[in-house]
């Protein structure tokens, strides 16, 4: 099968079928598209449209996202998960213009910043200037993988330059930015995970996986583990004008830089660890359900507890690592999901 007749049936079903108006797709410049991007990394084109405008309002510029605060980046993310992906977009803004002056229009630069893989580079490239650069997402991947017959998942190196190979291959010297798009869309509205459209699929002629009837063994999963569970007790410490305690954790690793609820090993560590924070402990605690919440490598149980702690009023006092935060008022910053459902929940302030 010569390279140009796939990209040239995968083009001509994006011209009649694909996706044209998301709005990054509006105006496609450098910037809007590597955030799209960004975003779009484990998170389904539904979710990250609101997101995506909200972060263009507050942050319409590379320049106005370098200046901005992490705090107000983490909070536009919050809910949308993976907050690494927002801390390297705020560090790589501000290294791009200082070693820039610009989000770089060259593949080595782009990738030389936190956060930009050899895929994301290629869609600013293909997608923002038109240049004949190769894009290798999770959508991109799979339709490769189910239409050559890849084995392998594709996380290990020699499946991915399997993968590369294929993609360059593919990728039409002109119209790379179209080809990128139409890739994505025929991954994303095609051929999706569980129930592939093969028979609407315009390169379903010579599709391995539709020959053989294997689509969905395509590509192979990640080999499994168990996840480790880790279990932690989260403080809702309550004053008495219903503001609650949070704290800023440390800046990298799991959720880092957001603000949290203060955490004990167990109940017994409870009290002491409320005494350290606010001088006094609640004269009781009241337990909550437990959540659940699993992330890449770990699955983590929270046990929540509630205790109205008395004394001054300390709504709104915030330093560089704790807050009393009275829900309803604009938050300190980014804050994990399980914590928003916490202080939105019933058991609330
Ligand atoms: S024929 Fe089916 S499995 Fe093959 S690429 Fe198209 S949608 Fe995917």
Redesign the pocket.
Known sequence: MPANSFSRRVLAWWRRHGRKDLPWQRRPDPYRVWVSEIMLQQTQVGTVIGYFDRFMERFPTLERLAAGSEDEVLELWTGLGYYARARNLHRAARLALERHGCLPPDLDALTALPGIGRSTAGAILALAHGEPATILDGNVKR?LA??AGVDGWPGTPAVMRRLWALAEGRTPPRQAGPYAQAMMD?GAT??TRAS???AA?P??GD?V??REGR?TDWPAPKPRKSLPERQTWMLLLHDDQGAVLLQRRPPSGVWGGLWSLPEAAGTAEADTLARALVGRSPTQWRALEPIRHTFTHFRLHIHPLVGRVHGPATAGVKDAVQVWYKPGQPPPGGMPAPVVSLLDGPDGP
């Open positions: 339709v189910r239409h025929l095609l051929c592939p459209g093969c699929c390169v379903a599709c996986a539709l689509q």
